[in-house]
T-cell receptor
Framework: NAGVTQTPKFRVLKTGQSMTLLCAQDMNHEYMYWYRQDPGMGLRLIHYSVGEGTTAKGEVPDGYNVSRLKKQNFLLGLESAAPSQTSVYFC?????????????FGPGTRLLVL | SQQGEEDPQALSIQEGENATMNCSYKTSINNLQWYRQNSGRGLVHLILIRSNEREKHSGRLRVTLDTSKKSSSLLITASRAADTASYFCATDAIQGAQKLVFGQGTRLTINP
């Protein structure tokens, strides 16, 4: 089991460029999440998905879009990157019972927007 | 706004000592989780305690939960250099249980 993987690991963008971050999980989890982490801070939820074909906004969704076309993949898109989006992005997945269970995290993608 | 708030923000102790970190939250929860993050890495789940539990152990970890005070503590006994990391608490509010809200973390440094 690879668990949760993220590509790319590191990316540099110029302001206004677009990119897509890919998250993949092989644990058959229903729930997937995208977070951002800024220096010295905890994680802030960008978007999440409770199943294939569904997405929902988190705490800081502006400037990002997501898609969950396949259960195992969750894509995060930046349409027009801004320096404020410089951050480390983490993807996570979890099972769902009737409450939130353990989340399994990927290794992160470091994004620098110049 | 953050649901969980950790205290202290940073903690530095000698190897072999015990480390205690605290977490406070604002709304009623289903469960509370603790995660560890080594520098530059993703978060790793440590322990989950449900709202009807008061204490839970896992190896050198001991977690307590006081729902009346809306607080939790994580105790790491007999600390090791490898315990150096940031520790985060995360809660799922009963209203909105499909997601976790993370605190800002406690940065723990174990000095050899």
């Amino acid at each position: 089991n690879a668990g949760v993987t993220q590509t790319p690991k590191f990316r540099v963008l110029k302001t206004g460029q677009s990119m897509t971050l890919l998250c993949a999980q092989d644990m058959n989890h229903e729930y997937m999440y995208w977070y951002r982490q800024d220096p010295g801070m905890g994680l802030r939820l960008i978007h999440y998905s409770v199943g294939e074909g569904t997405t929902a906004k988190g705490e800081v969704p502006d400037g990002y879009n997501v898609s969950r076309l396949k259960k195992q993949n969750f894509l995060l898109g930046l349409e027009s990157a801004a320096p404020s989006q410089t951050s480390v992005y983490f993807c996570a997945s979890s099972l769902w019972t009737s409450v939130q269970e353990t989340q399994y995290f990927g290794p992160g993608t470091r994004l620098l927007v110049l | 706004s953050q649901q969980g708030e950790e205290d202290p923000q940073a903690l530095s102790i000698q190897e072999g000592e015990n480390a205690t970190m605290n977490c406070s939250y604002k709304t009623s929860i289903n469960n509370l989780q603790w995660y560890r993050q080594n520098s530059g890495r993703g978060l790793v789940h440590l322990i989950l305690i449900r709202s009807n539990e008061r204490e839970k152990h896992s190896g050198r970890l001991r977690v307590t939960l006081d729902t009346s005070k809306k607080s939790s503590s994580l105790l790491i006994t007999a600390s090791r250099a490898a315990d150096t990391a940031s520790y985060f608490c995360a809660t799922d509010a009963i209203q909105g249980a499909q997601k976790l809200v993370f605190g800002q973390g406690t940065r723990l440094t174990i000095n050899p």
